[in-house]
């Protein structure tokens, strides 16, 4: 398995653009999480999924972000309008919800830059 | 509530051990681990301990748990240049079901 794949890598785009950012997670895992990283604040949690439905979306912060999992194979986190504080990496990562090791593996991650 | 708390920054000489510490104030963590940031990339798991657990040792590598100050640490033995990254402490309190609660991470700097 090539891990979990994140796109793009970079991304920069202007206020008040949408931006879309796309998770594959590692075949089997039925567990996906979206992290957002930042000097300030580390690694926050977003949302998580299990089974492809939405368990925990509290940290998303606002209704400008939305995370969809239509099948066990892709999900995606949308920012719709972008604004420059949403500049961060972010990372999606998956695992499986069987056994005590319970290893969460991690994309590349996405860095956003909101100009 | 979860909240795990590390040091930002941490700089050692090459060859020296490297110690980085993590305090968390949920009891109930089960599960605690380390992860590693090399530079532009993801995170990756290092080691983990059970919490019924006090020390683990994995070749350089010493995790030590004192569960009743709720204090984690991670030793790195004869630290090398290319253990200079991130490393984050995580949490979570049950297997595999909740997601994992991370410091802010600690930069070690590792000077030649």
């Not at chain 2, 040091?7 to 020296?16: C, I, K, T």
């Not at chain 2, 070749?59 to 253990?83: E, F, P, W």
Request: one cysteine or more; hydrophobic letters at 35%; proline letters at 4%.
């Amino acid at each position: 398995d090539a891990g979990v794949i994140q796109s793009p890598r970079h991304e920069v785009t202007e206020m008040g653009q949408e931006v879309t950012l796309r998770c594959k997670p590692i075949s089997g895992h039925d567990y996906l999480f979206w992290y957002r990283q930042t000097m300030m604040r580390g690694l926050e949690l977003l949302i998580y999924f299990n089974n492809n439905v939405p368990i925990d979306d509290s940290g998303m912060p606002e209704d400008r972000f939305s995370a969809k999992m239509p099948n066990a194979s892709f999900s995606t986190l949308k920012i719709q309008p972008s604004e420059p504080r949403d500049s961060a990496v972010y990372f999606c990562a998956s695992r499986t919800g069987t056994g005590w090791e319970t290893e969460a593996f991690f994309g590349q991650g996405t860095r956003l830059t909101v100009v | 509530g979860e909240d795990v708390e590390q040091s930002l920054f941490l700089s050692v000489r090459e060859g020296d051990s490297s110690v980085i510490n993590c305090t968390y104030t949920d009891s109930s963590s089960t599960y605690l681990y380390w992860y590693k940031q090399e530079p532009g990339a993801g995170l990756q798991l290092l080691t983990y301990i059970f919490s019924n657990m006090d020390m683990k040792q994995d070749q350089r590598l010493t995790v030590l748990l004192n569960k009743k100050d709720k204090h984690l640490s991670l030793r790195i033995a004869d630290t090398q240049t290319g253990d200079s990254a991130i490393y984050f402490c995580a949490e979570s309190y049950t297997s595999g079901n909740t997601p994992l609660v991370f410091g802010k991470g600690t930069r070690l700097s590792v000077i030649a």
